[in-house]
């Protein structure tokens, strides 16, 4: 009982802050999406993700065997997306990306940590780095439709990402005010994201939604296979095989969302894709730490 009532705490105001978004178009105010996606993806998310890879210690033989298995589990998870969009007739730019990669920071570091302590985050964290490399390169190159690596090189999601990555694998720091200054501007993240979601979802339609539900559903089940067969094939230590299986089985993130509204995807379908896998994970991510704790 104690873990569900974590996960819908940590869940909770995830709708919250979409709820603002969602009543504050319902009542007829504007909201500029272009804008706060660009001050969202240019400034707030790169700060998060150098700051939080920045500022975590892990072990170098867990980041060797973890990073190794994270890798192989999302390529996993890209083959048989791609072959079950390509069944289905649905279009890549739009939904690979989403369904790969899935919200293993704001919702996934948080539950390793209850779940399993300061060991579990660690794992965690190597998870979500490799995640964050993988989601804001080849994922930003298949939602952009093939943008060119020189392009891709130059988005402050990548460099914040690849530099994080680097300034954990050395153990270097930022001065202490560039660190303090960069947090705050880490923290504009996640409720823009938020409330952008929920300005997204009150253009939604129901056919979008059961659509969305759908996929989100064989997100569920073939992120958990894939994960637990990664996990095993690498012989994982009980506490690495948990976290690996639950991160790569996190519901899918807002930036995913923010990613599609900037190069022109289908955001009205993966904002509903972020609601209702969101809300699936309430019931799926206890369950499935049930199996572990």
Same mark, same amino acid.
């Given at each position: ?18 709820? +603002? ?36 210690? +892990? ?53 390793? !940590? ?14 979500? =780095? ?18 060119? !690596? ?39 993240? +996640? ?12 253009? !939604? ?14 997100? @569920? ?27 790569? =089985?996190?519901? @899918? =993130? ?10 022109? =995807? ?22 499935? !730490?049930?199996?572990?704790?």
């Amino acid at each position: 009982m104690d873990l569900v009532l974590t996960v819908i705490e940590v869940v909770a105001p995830v709708f919250l802050l979409a709820a +603002i978004g969602f009543g504050w178009v319902r009542l007829g105010h504007e909201y500029r999406i272009a804008f706060v996606t660009k001050l969202a993806m240019t400034l707030g998310v790169p700060a998060l993700i150098f700051t939080a890879l920045m500022e975590t210690e +892990i072990e170098p033989a867990a980041l060797t065997a973890v990073s190794l298995a994270a890798f192989v589990g999302y390529a996993g998870l890209t083959v048989v997306f791609w072959i079950i969009l390509r069944v289905m007739r649905l279009d890549m730019r739009t939904f690979l990306s989403p369904l790969i990669f899935g919200n293993t920071g704001n919702l996934g570091l948080p539950l390793c !940590l209850f779940a399993f302590g300061d060991e579990g985050l660690g794992y965690a964290v190597v998870v979500f =780095a490799v995640m964050a490399i993988l989601s804001f390169t080849f994922g930003l190159w298949l939602v952009s439709g093939g943008a060119s !690596l020189v392009q891709i090189a130059k988005e402050p999601l990548v460099i914040a990402t690849i530099l994080g990555a680097l300034f954990l694998a050395l153990d270097w720091e930022t001065p202490t005010f560039l660190t303090n200054a960069l947090g705050l501007i880490g923290q504009l993240a +996640i409720p823009l994201m938020l409330i952008t979601l929920g300005v997204a979802v009150a253009r !939604l339609t129901p056919k979008g939604l059961g659509r969305a539900f759908l996929l989100s559903l064989v997100k @569920v089940a073939i992120s958990v296979a894939i994960g637990w067969g990664v996990a095993s094939l690498f012989d994982l230590s009980p506490v690495a095989f948990a976290i690996l299986v639950v991160q790569i =089985a996190t519901p @899918v =993130a807002v930036t995913s969302y923010l990613l599609a509204e900037k190069y022109g =995807a289908d955001s009205d379908a993966v904002a509903g894709l972020v609601v209702t896998s969101t809300l699936m994970s309430v019931g799926a991510l206890p369950l499935i !730490l049930a199996f572990f704790i």
